[in-house]
């Protein structure tokens, strides 16, 4: 059964929404997948058991990367990524700001993505060329021109913590904007950029499915990603920097700055 990608991942990510809003409604479930802060509850699980099931359904010869690794390889140049349950940590601990996450490329192009926040029943969609909605309405990225008058977003890993050298960047960019929130949710800060909510959002060492999506709502939106560089940002890439654009080699530059000075020694 082939159906149109976008109405199928729309369709999975709010029956993927509805499993984790009921799962937020017992005590959660946590396991460690490797030292005390990387977490994974049956939420995650069951989500991601049930959007594999279903792309599977659909669309059996395509590939499903998948975070919780039960999705599947084939050799297609279709493939899904799939995070069902982005903002994990925020989950465990009933800060109700999580998302799922669910985008096609075929090979290098996005084709479609979604990106789903069940608590508040918003869903951002995207399809290439057609721009970006949310909950069915136009979004766009914002017009602030400055970093000064910015509001920004970011992360911290939950693994290898201590060699990110994210918090050096957070000071600066702190300091010269209106400032940086840190929400725990990559997917939802890239949607947020496209919806114009946030102006800017950096952060070291995401993987693919955590940024598929968001980088096409992006891109529908207006918006420009990119390295520190400016090169092309490539899926599962060290560093993204995702903007409206018009801020966006203003933060690069600062970017460059920080990147030249001594790292500052991390106390243990
Ligand atoms: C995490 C979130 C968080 C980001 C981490 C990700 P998860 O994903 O997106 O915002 O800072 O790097 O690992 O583990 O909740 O799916
Ligand atoms: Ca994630
Ligand atoms: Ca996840």
């Known amino acids: 059964m082939t159906k149109n990608y976008l109405e199928a991942a729309i369709e999975i990510a709010q029956e993927a929404g509805k499993i984790l809003v009921e799962e937020s409604s017992r005590p959660p479930d946590i396991r460690y997948k490797g030292d005390e802060v990387d977490i994974v509850t049956q939420a995650d699980k069951r989500s991601e058991q049930a959007i594999v099931a279903r792309l599977n359904k659909y669309f059996p010869d395509h590939s499903v990367a998948a975070e919780e690794g039960t999705g599947k390889e084939n050799a297609s140049e279709f493939r899904w990524h799939v995070d069902p349950l982005d903002g994990t940590t925020n989950f465990a601990h009933g800060y109700p700001c999580f998302c799922v996450s669910i985008a096609l490329a075929q090979r290098d192009t996005l084709l479609v993505a979604v990106v789903f926040n069940p608590v508040h029943n918003e869903l951002f969609a995207a399809a290439?060329?057609?721009?970006?909605?949310?909950?069915?309405?136009?979004?766009?990225?914002?017009?602030?021109?400055?970093?000064?008058?910015?509001?920004?977003?970011?992360?911290?890993?939950?693994?290898?913590?201590?060699?990110?050298?994210?918090?050096?960047?957070?000071?600066?960019?702190?300091?010269?904007?209106?400032?940086?929130?840190?929400?725990?949710?990559?997917?939802?800060?890239?949607?947020?950029?496209?919806?114009?909510?946030?102006?800017?959002?950096?952060?070291?060492?995401?993987?693919?499915?955590?940024?598929?999506?968001?980088?096409?709502?992006?891109?529908?939106?207006?918006?420009?990603?990119?390295?520190?560089?400016?090169?092309?940002?490539?899926?599962?890439?060290?560093?993204?920097?995702?903007?409206?654009?018009?801020?966006?080699?203003?933060?690069?530059?600062?970017?460059?700055?920080?990147?030249?000075?001594?790292?500052?020694?991390?106390?243990?």
């Open 128 to 268: 290439r060329g057609e721009g970006a909605t949310l909950n069915g309405k136009k979004i766009s990225v914002s017009k602030v021109a400055t970093l000064s008058t910015s509001l920004l977003c970011t992360g911290f890993p939950t693994r290898n913590r201590k060699a990110s050298p994210n918090l050096q960047y957070y000071g600066d960019f702190t300091q010269r904007s209106h400032g940086v929130r840190r929400d725990g949710s990559a997917a939802l800060d890239l949607a947020s950029v496209a919806a114009g909510r946030f102006d800017g959002f950096w952060e070291f060492g995401l993987q693919k499915w955590d940024t598929a999506a968001g980088v096409l709502l992006i891109e529908e939106a207006g918006g420009r990603v990119s390295d520190f560089a400016g090169d092309p940002y490539q899926l599962g890439g060290p560093i993204i920097l995702a903007t409206n654009g018009l801020i966006h080699e203003e933060m690069r530059a600062v970017a460059l700055e920080i990147s030249r000075r001594p790292p500052t020694p991390v106390r243990h």
